[in-house]
Structure formats: structure tokens, C-alpha cells
């Protein structure tokens, strides 16, 4: 069985790094999580209705929180990406696999 390693017993500088990342990552959770009505407001115009100037406000608003969070989305899009590498693998593999069409 494994052991903890007590709070105190790593350096100050990688509880800090941790700290950050932790902060960091509920930050853009709670961004995203804040998008949630995006879509059915973006369907609206494409299904031919009009937006209201408060719908206008709305959508703009989420526009805003998602350009506020590119810098952390665009590690996770880039083609290449390590966050990708076990996608991209599964892929492949899965292609290798013949099909019975």
C-alpha cells in the first residue's frame, strides 16, 4: 500500500505550484460551467428567430468569458498536444480494427 506524503514533507515551491494549479482549475471549470445556456442561444438565430437585446447582452457575455479562457483552451486544442496524444492513439488503433461492412 502506498503512503501518503505528509503536507509538510515536499518543498514550498511545489505546494505552491499545486496551489496554483488547483486554483487555476476551478477557475476554468467555473467559466465553463457558467456557458451553460450558450448553445440553445446560438441555435435561436440558426433555427430563424431573432435575438432579443437581452438574449444580444447574454451572448455577448459568454463571448467574453470564453475569449477570457483561450489561453488555457488552446493548449488543449493545439494538434499535437500532449493532453491529445492518448486521443490521437486510440484513434489510430481504432482504425487498424477492420470492420465488417
Known amino acids: 500500500m502506498a503512503e501518503r506524503v505528509e503536507e509538510g514533507a515536499s518543498p514550498g515551491w511545489f505546494r505552491q505550484l499545486l496551489s496554483s494549479q488547483r486554483r487555476e482549475a476551478r477557475r476554468v471549470i467555473i467559466e465553463l460551467m457558467a456557458t451553460r445556456g450558450l448553445m440553445p442561444l446560438l441555435m435561436k438565430a440558426r433555427n430563424g428567430e431573432a435575438w432579443t437585446a437581452d ?8 463571448l467574453r468569458r470564453l475569449a477570457h479562457l483561450s489561453p488555457y483552451l488552446i493548449g488543449l486544442l ?19 480494427i477492420n470492420r465488417r461492412d
Not at 55 to 62: K, Q
Not at 78 to 96: K, V
Open 78 to 96: 493545439l494538434p499535437g498536444s500532449i493532453i491529445l496524444l492518448p486521443i490521437y492513439a486510440w484513434w489510430l488503433d481504432r482504425r487498424r
Open 55 to 62: 438574449e444580444r447582452r447574454i451572448l455577448i457575455d459568454h
